[in-house]
């Protein structure tokens, strides 16, 4: 029996064929085909999130200037803004509201008789408190199945208040998980906010960076290496942003595209309205930002750029070289099973092959075919559960903003060497015989973890435990368990430390469970005393 056969071989006929198709044992000589973006069966215990995880914590979380309400019960609002680390930093003249949770709390008389009235309320009291300039509104749940018409409350606000004032229908049950929710935030975007700026960019090496979320400082340390070679980053989606950041982001030359799944929407329409055309980057891993910078100066296309970069990557491997020799020396040979949301699977595995550490096992939980597959595969993607719910806008040019840096043929030939609108997904860095699994479930990690015996799992906080409880290292690769930054050069060093600190600290291998060693004493587990 073949190691997924194994895992799925328990379960019911519905469910294996379900499964079967969403775990590939990687095949250079076959299709490597997968499953992806469909819901999940009812009671798998599943480690996704939800389309309004997606919008409002994910996109919209990290604008640091934008009082963002959630028009729903507090849970929601708590958990989009306790869990994501979102990272600002107080800039002269920009609000920063990241330390704040802003919610309706709605209860169930809100449900019953409506909750529009209270998110009036709402946004005269953030107004009367603390004047934002833009007010964002995001909906749970209930909002939807209550039918609350949150477009017209913003309208409302944006004439009573002369502010900017933008709803998100991104109730949690809209899609398959949060990329429905990513999709909503960036039609959202790009209707309302991008391109209204006219900040004076003066020069031409300016860049956009989109997917980068600053998680543990990840952000700023990419600006920091792309300021030191000569570039100006007009704006980031959306780690550390402002909405002044965001109106601006048709201004640049280039739009470098870290987090695919998340952006890849408005990384499109902005090439099609704006005529800024997009690179997929990694910034994750030595080698990962080496190519990246080279990359980047390779469309640019000037000698005393490309100067500048070498010299930086000379001067940053430097600086780094020893303590990356040093961990890999610990390293190497180690085996990682990596399972987040749709694109760190992917970057991470550049970083821990730099590391010397193989993986043999990676899934997203909402990644599309194209985050597995590439690109190359859209032709053929059916259309799924979220494109029912989700509006799919699209965009013309415009002609007075509309700009190029490369002429067309230039351009065509960087996209011939698929440097430009392209991303080849995960499954072409990953080795035969390893494995790919979408959507992995709690059952399935004990499983692959008993069978494959990795060395470390990175996982999020909902699946860290099952690794933790089987003896095995985790790391959150979500929140870098407070740590990071993991990004560029010096983020390496950070990762690298973290995971020898914690792979020669093999604590969880030592922990016992109590029942496996101590005889169950009567009464103290389960029956009604023990309630
Ligand atoms: Fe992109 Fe992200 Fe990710 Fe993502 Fe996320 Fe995240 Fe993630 Mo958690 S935007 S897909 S929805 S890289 S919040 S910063 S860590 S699941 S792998
Ligand atoms: C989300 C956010 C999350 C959750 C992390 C986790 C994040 O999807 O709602 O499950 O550990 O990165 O904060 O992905």
């Known amino acids: 029996m073949s190691v997924t056969e194994k895992v799925i071989d328990q379960y019911s006929s519905r469910v294996y064929k379900n499964r079967k198709e969403h775990i590939v044992e990687v095949d250079e000589n076959a299709s490597n085909q997968i ?4 819901r999940t069966i009812p009671g798998i215990i ?9 919008c409002k914590g994910v996109v919209l979380g990290p604008i640091k200037d934008a009082l963002t309400i959630v028009h729903g019960p507090i849970g929601c609002a708590y958990y989009t803004w306790g869990t994501r680390r979102h990272k600002g930093k107080k800039e002269e003249g920009i609000d920063n509201y990241l330390q704040y949770c802003f919610s309706t709390d709605m209860q169930e008389p809100d449900i019953v008789f409506g909750g529009e009235k209270k998110l009036k309320k709402s946004i005269d009291e953030a107004m009367d408190l603390f004047h934002p300039s833009t007010i964002l509104i995001c909906s749970t749940c209930p909002v939807g199945l209550i039918g609350d018409d949150i477009h017209a409350v913003a309208k409302w606000a944006e004439q009573e208040y002369g502010i900017k004032c933008i709803a998100f229908s991104c109730e949690g049950y809209k899609g398959v998980s949060q990329s429905a929710g990513h999709h909503i935030a960036n039609n959202q975007l790009m209707k309302f906010v ?16 989109l997917g980068e979320y600053n998680i543990g400082g990840d952000g700023w340390e990419t600006e920091r290496i792309l300021k030191r070679i000569g570039y100006e980053v007009v704006a980031t989606f959306t780690g550390d942003s402002s909405i002044d950041d965001l109106k601006n982001a048709h201004l640049a030359n280039l739009s470098l595209v870290q987090c695919h799944r998340s952006i890849n929407y408005i990384a499109e329409m902005i090439e099609t309205k704006y005529g800024i055309p997009w690179m997929k980057v990694n910034f994750i891993g030595v080698k990962g930002t080496i190519e990246t910078l080279r990359n980047i100066a390779k469309y640019f296309n000037d000698p005393e750029l490309t100067e500048r970069t070498e010299a930086v990557i000379a001067d940053e491997l430097g600086l780094i070289q020893d303590d990356i020799s040093y961990y890999k020396s610990k390293l190497k040979g180690k085996t990682a099973a990596i399972y987040v949301g749709g694109s760190r699977a992917h970057h991470y595995q550049h970083l821990l092959h730099d590391l010397g550490v193989h993986t043999i ?13 590439g690109r190359e595969v859209l032709p053929f993607i059916k259309p799924d559960a979220d494109s029912k719910n989700i509006e799919s806008i699209t965009v013309e040019p415009d002609p007075a ?9 230039d351009l065509d030939k960087l996209k011939e060497e698929k440097l430009i609108d392209y991303y080849g997904g995960m499954v072409k860095d990953m080795q035969n015989g390893t494995f790919m699994v979408d959507d992995l479930n709690h059952f399935e990690t004990e499983e692959f973890l008993k069978l494959l015996k ?3 799992f990175f996982s999020g906080i909902k699946d860290k435990f099952v690794a933790q409880k089987a003896g095995i290292l985790s790391r959150q690769l979500h929140s870098y368990d407070y740590s990071g930054p993991y990004a560029g050069f010096r983020g390496a060093v950070n990762f690298a430390r973290d995971i020898t600190m914690g792979i020669y600290t093999p604590a969880w291998s030592y922990v016992k469970a109590p029942w496996k060693t101590a005889p169950i004493l009567e009464g103290t587990l389960g029956g009604s005393e023990a309630c």
């Open 401 to 409: 903003k509309y700009h190029v840096y490369l002429s067309e043929e």
């Open 35 to 38: 499953a992806a973006n469909v």
């Open 46 to 54: 599943t480690q996704r999130g939800c389309c309004y995880a997606g």
């Open 361 to 373: 096992l990676a899934g997203y939980e909402f990644g599309h075919r194209d985050e597995y597959e």
């Open 194 to 209: 991008i391109g209204e700026g006219d900040r004076e960019i003066k020069n031409k090496f300016s860049v956009n960076i």
């Open 454 to 456: 990795p060395d470390i």
